[in-house]
């Protein structure tokens, strides 16, 4: 019995090494393929959501109605049509200006744990902060578990920029905004989450394997020379000691409470001590606690505005060579699977069977 969990904690350690193995090198051909994308310059793509919406319902309407009810539609419509082109000419003649109607402005952030869309997302705010007035919104449709804490910091401090211009700023999640996301979504002037959306997680992780005894028991010395006592704390083939050990637990912390007062900057209301624990909840205990601000789809926010806004979805796209979007999906394909390993690994928490 003791050999055979001997063999099977070696196995076990091999496995999650070759996982550990294949996910650097998952990252480094990752931010390879990113570099090289912004060295190269990208086009603003600009796609007008009332348009959109209108073709969808013509073409649902061109389906399930008869010839007759369909003519008598578009009579109707050509009708009212004219009518506006109408007043908007006496309107011309009296001299009486039209206000303008507000423009909303659409992006969509899908995180992973680099928050990579944070690039693209910059310059989507570059572009939107050079037309945009005070009247109109930004609304940001943002999915995410998190990921690294500097990645969602910068990430963080784009949709900062939008708050500064006071240019209103809602935030849509639709599935996940936890952790790093939850750094991100906290910054919305209204933050709106569907009801079984995952919100919260204000908490900073950190998960190191260690092999140091396997090492051991196989004569393999691993050596780290530093400079500075506290160059490397715990690492995954030394020796760790408890110094080291308290000193990263330190630095956990220290990060935790950044974390609390960025949080409760922009959310002052909010029982920062009461949520900030850990815990993710779902969009409608989340509301209850003060994470978010109502309870609706970001489909459901943006099709009840049309008729009053001229919505535009704004998105950075760069050119790729057939080599590079084969090479780029090859990437997300792996990193998918990592991820997808990766997560059963470390948590199975909501799971709906």
């Avoid at 109707?76 to 309107?91: D, F, L, S, V």
């Avoid at 784009?158 to 991100?184: F, H, W």
């Avoid at 906290?186 to 908490?203: E, M, N, Q, T």
Wanted: aromatic letters at 8%; hydrophobic letters at 40%.
């Amino acid at each position: 019995m003791i050999e055979f969990l001997t063999e099977y904690g070696l196995f076990l350690a091999e496995t999650i090494t070759i996982v550990i193995a294949i996910g650097i090198v998952i990252a480094l051909i990752a931010n390879a393929a990113q570099r090289r994308r912004q060295d190269r310059d990208g086009e603003i793509v600009v796609l007008s959501l009332n348009e959109h919406y209108e073709d969808m319902q013509h073409a649902i309407e061109d389906s399930v109605l008869d010839e007759f009810r369909l003519k008598q539609m578009v009579k109707e419509q050509k009708k009212r049509e004219k009518a506006e082109a109408k007043e908007q000419k006496k309107a011309a003649k009296r001299g009486d200006d039209e206000p303008d109607r507000k423009r909303i402005y659409v992006l969509d952030f899908d995180g992973d744990i680099h928050a990579s869309d944070a690039e693209s997302m910059r310059q989507e705010i570059s572009a939107i902060l050079s037309v945009a007035r005070e009247e109109d919104e930004v609304v940001v449709r943002l999915e995410s578990p998190g990921g690294l804490v500097h990645s969602y910091g910068y990430a963080a401090s784009q949709l900062e920029r939008i708050r500064r211009r006071n240019i209103p700023l809602t935030i849509c999640v639709d599935k996940v905004a936890a952790s790093g996301g939850y750094m991100m979504a906290c910054i919305a002037d209204r933050l709106i989450a569907a009801p079984f959306a995952l919100i919260g997680s204000i908490g900073v992780v950190a998960q190191i394997p260690n092999f140091h005894r396997l090492l051991q028991r196989n004569d393999v010395d691993y050596e780290v020379l530093t400079a500075g006592e506290y160059k490397r704390t715990l690492t995954m083939f030394g020796e760790n000691t408890p110094e080291g050990r308290q000193k990263f637990v330190e630095e956990l912390e220290d990060t935790h409470e950044l974390f609390k007062q960025f949080v409760s900057e922009y959310r002052p209301n909010l029982d920062i001590e009461g949520v900030a624990t850990g815990e993710v909840w779902f969009g409608r205990r989340a509301l209850e606690r003060g994470l978010v601000d109502a309870l609706e789809t970001s489909d459901d926010y943006l099709f009840a505005a049309v008729e009053e806004a001229d919505i535009y979805k704004v998105a950075y796209e760069q050119k790729l060579s057939l080599q590079e979007r084969l090479q780029g999906f090859g990437v997300n394909l792996a990193d998918a699977t990592f991820g997808r390993v990766w997560s059963r690994l470390t948590q199975s928490r909501f799971w709906a069977r």
